[in-house]
């Protein structure tokens, strides 16, 4: 019941903060700014030191709050999703597909988004019961390939991450995505501790989600 709670939670809301950030205070920082701008799912990724801490802090501090959903980024293995996992990550996401995290998520019944490019590799995923496909690297093909995907794929739910901004957000979502993963174009104001903007790009996000279903 949980997992299925965690997937309507990052999918009604529509957009995955992907945070990457040169300290843990930073990560932090970020996290709250994309929350208060509305964004529901925070992704923590293991490029961060410290990332399995982050996750704990970060899960603490919104444990209370039922829309925030704290999850784990670049997981590249069983092992690690199992660290994250256990600092109280509720979701996994991967740049690639690992059968073995796939297995130990579901174990665990944590949702778990890989890396995915070609159609072989989504139906793998799939196989191995797998939600939510993370379409990586977005910008290799752009909105228009969801459309080519979906129609021998039509059960899959993909969720596009790089090259996702607020001109091209709302065409991802038209053509069939259930979510968007946000990283750089979301969080770079960060290098210059302009959070407040941070926040101010949360919202447009999220309201150009919304408005893109409602179209």
């Known amino acids: 019941m949980k997992k299925q709670q965690v997937l309507r939670k990052l999918t009604d809301c529509g957009v995955v903060a ?16 994309c929350v208060e701008g509305g964004i529901n799912g925070i992704e923590i990724t293991f490029t961060v030191q410290g990332a399995d801490k982050i996750i704990s802090e970060l899960a603490a501090v919104y444990k209370n709050n039922s829309d925030v959903v704290i999850g784990a980024g670049t997981v ?3 092992v690690t999703a199992r660290i994250a996992i256990l600092a109280g990550a509720e979701f ?3 740049p690639c597909f690992d059968k073995d995290t796939a297995e130990l998520c579901n174990l665990y019944q944590i949702p778990y988004m ?4 070609t ?3 989504m139906k793998e995923a799939l196989k191995s019961g797998v939600d939510i496909v993370k379409l990586f690297p977005g910008n290799t093909y752009g909105p ?3 459309k080519g995907v979906k129609a021998p794929l039509p059960q899959v739910n993909i969720m596009p991450t790089g090259g996702v901004d607020l001109d ?6 038209k053509n069939g995505c259930v979510a968007v993963g946000v990283g750089g174009s979301l969080v770079a104001h960060a290098k210059t501790g302009e959070f407040e903007k941070i926040t101010e790009d949360a919202r447009k996000f999220v309201g150009k989600v919304q408005k893109a279903r409602e179209a």
């Open 168 to 173: 091209n957000v709302d065409q991802w979502i």
């Open 76 to 78: 590249l293995d069983a």
């Open 119 to 121: 159609i072989t590799e």
């Open 92 to 94: 996994v996401v991967s």
């Open 144 to 146: 228009d390939w969801v």
């Open 114 to 117: 890989p890396g995915c490019m």
């Open 18 to 33: 992907v945070v990457r950030a040169e300290s843990e205070e930073e990560a932090l920082k970020i996290s709250e700014a």
